[in-house]
């Protein structure tokens, strides 16, 4: 059986630069990686995704549109790639609507909880790393990253403070299954600690110090 790696964070906060660290990393480790991201990894979640990212939607949508694409990702994508025994490493997933449909734009957080701990019973691990950057440096990122924006990337400070609140609070409730790292730190000092603290990456600490050959 493979293991599930999921990436949280706000915009900005160096997600996806983890990741395709950590793909490289265990390839040259000559392990199987299946790279996802929420919404989408399937045909029908990439429809959710430019409807979710385009449209001027209600809150309490885009959590039922986010939570449709989890599912079919969980039994399209997730489930096969980790009987295959990949590394599945996931771009966002049921915290990003706590964090923001719940915490950011007032829907009812129990209510998104429990939707989202019905939906994670279909998996037997679940492992989550918070790259927590502060607003300062992930709007700096955001300005500088060019590429087209999407109506997140626009939000307003006092949206992504409530974010980072939410998240704040998810890192308490979820306990160990979660490790936040620093996301202000250097890119390489963000992944030594990700293959420091990740109990599922404890063997290949060494390697990559050995050989540091990202
Ligand atoms: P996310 O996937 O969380 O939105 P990205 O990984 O796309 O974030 O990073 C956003 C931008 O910041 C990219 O241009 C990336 O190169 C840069 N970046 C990511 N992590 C760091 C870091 N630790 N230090 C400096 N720049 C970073
Ligand atoms: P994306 O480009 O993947 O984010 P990033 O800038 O971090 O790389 O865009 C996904 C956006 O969708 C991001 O702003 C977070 C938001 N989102 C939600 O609001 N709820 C969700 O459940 C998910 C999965 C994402």
């Not at 160096?14 to 929420?38: D, H």
């Not at 909880?113 to 019973?121: D, G, P």
Request: charged fraction near 30%.
């Amino acid at each position: 059986m493979g293991k599930l790696l999921v990436f949280e964070g706000i915009d900005g906060s160096g997600k996806s630069t983890q990741i395709q660290m950590l793909s490289n990393f265990l390839k040259s480790q000559k392990q199987k990686v299946f790279v996802t991201r929420e919404p989408g990894g399937t045909e029908f979640g990439e429809k959710c995704r430019k409807l979710f990212l385009t449209q001027n939607l209600d809150g309490l949508t885009e959590a039922y549109l986010a939570f449709a694409s989890r599912n079919e990702h969980i039994l399209q994508k997730i489930k096969p790639a980790l009987k295959l025994g990949h590394w599945v490493l996931c771009d966002r997933f049921s915290d990003s609507t706590i964090a923001y449909q719940g915490y950011g734009r007032g829907v009812e957080i129990q209510y998104l909880r429990e939707m989202a701990t019905n939906m994670e019973k279909q998996l037997s691990e679940l492992r989550i790393v918070y790259v927590h950057t502060s607003l300062e440096t992930c709007l700096k990122r955001i300005k500088n990253r060019g590429g087209v924006k999407n109506k997140f990337d626009n939000s307003s400070r006092i949206f992504y403070e409530k974010v980072i609140y939410g998240y704040s609070n998810i890192v308490k409730e979820r306990g160990n299954n979660i490790i936040q790292v620093d996301g202000d730190d250097e890119i390489e000092k963000v992944f030594k600690k990700i293959l420091q603290s990740v109990p599922e990456l404890e063997r290949f600490k060494t390697k990559y110090n050995h050989s540091g050959n990202i």
